[in-house]
């Protein structure tokens, strides 16, 4: 980041803020119980599920630049943000279409919270993984963990759900994992960060799928759990920085919950709409502008080995995707 003169930029109050989220709130109670419609409309849904889904993933594509901005606040207290932002807005949403009762219900019900611990611990593992990588110019092994893991998740499948896997899925696994031994091999770099994103986010995906909850109840469950530890960190900290930085970071600090929690939502009705497949390739848009913003926007050591390891990684992709 550059350390010139930089122009002022006026941005809403907290409480504009706050309003505006609780709108959004509202918004988003009414797009996950939204019916699709008759089959005459199929063109429309279809329509919406594409946009919903180009939307989706392109916030998350872009949200390096989002997390860049909030280089000066330690990783743990954005993550803190992050999960008092979402958890109040997906309270909201629920409370909105009279589903508290079910969040509280989930919250006191032992054999449901062996659950939801782990896949909370995970989310906010995932969470704090990522910004900490493009805190510290990390984001290309962050992308490259988000390629990985659609394979990843191939493979716990078959360990743990007993999926069966075809030849070429299993040549397409043992690509990739050749590739980045090689990484491994000639830099002697472990890319750490983004084998973590990738076996976070598929554990996640496989405990959600065998406890099968509602996507945006259980989110609002992982949060509410990892409320309490946020709000210890935020109230035990030394010093805080909210106040302390400008006003741009208190604003970007307050709208952690909602570019949190707002792919997530066009995601779901992206999946709803669409055929899943469909949602599927259009994952890949995520790690490919992480990847683009990593060597072209942020200037990321990008050598013939990683060119060769992401070669690699994107003829497994192919290599699976055919072999299905």
């Not at 699709?36 to 919903?52: L, N, V």
């Not at 743990?160 to 896997?165: C, G």
């Not at 899943?276 to 502008?289: D, F, H, K, R």
Request: proline share 4%; with cysteine; charged share 10%.
């Amino acid at each position: 980041m550059g350390h010139g003169r930089r122009a002022r930029i006026h941005f809403p109050a907290p409480a504009a803020v706050a309003r505006f989220e609780a709108a959004v709130a509202s918004t988003i109670s009414e797009s996950v119980a939204a019916p699709i419609g008759s089959q005459s409309a199929f063109q429309r849904a279809a329509t919406i599920g594409w946009a919903a889904g180009l939307a989706s993933f392109s916030i998350w594509g872009l949200l390096p630049i989002y997390y860049k901005q909030l280089k000066p606040v330690p990783a743990l207290e954005v993550l803190a943000y992050r999960v008092l932002g979402a958890a109040l807005l997906l309270v909201l949403a629920l409370a909105i279409r009279g589903q508290k009762g079910r969040l509280w219900g989930e919250l006191r019900r032992w054999h449901r919270l062996r659950l939801h611990v782990p896949t909370a611990v995970l989310i906010g593992v995932n969470w704090l993984a990522f910004v900490w990588a493009v805190q510290n110019d990390r984001l290309l092994d962050a992308s490259l963990g988000y390629y990985l893991n659609p394979l990843v998740s191939a493979l716990l499948g078959v360990i743990f759900l007993k999926e069966s896997m075809r030849r070429g899925q299993i040549l397409a696994l043992a690509l990739a994992a050749l590739s980045v031994l090689a990484l491994i091999v000639r830099h002697g770099h472990v890319p750490w960060i983004g084998l973590l994103l990738s076996g976070c986010f598929a554990f996640y995906g496989l405990l959600r799928k065998k406890a099968d909850h509602p996507a945006v109840l259980g989110l609002g469950v992982e949060t509410v759990l990892l409320t309490p530890f946020a709000l210890a960190l935020l109230l035990f900290r030394s010093s805080s920085s909210m106040g302390h930085v400008s006003t741009t970071v208190d604003v970007l600090l307050l709208l952690c919950g909602l570019t949190t929690v707002l792919p997530l939502v066009l995601f779901l009705e992206a999946a709803r709409r669409l055929r899943l497949s469909t949602v599927g390739l259009m994952q890949y848009l995520l790690p490919t502008m992480q990847f683009v913003i990593a060597v072209a926007v942020f200037h990321e050591p990008f050598s013939m080995m990683h060119l060769f390891t992401f070669a690699g990684i994107w003829a497994a992709l192919v290599l699976y995707g055919v072999a299905r």
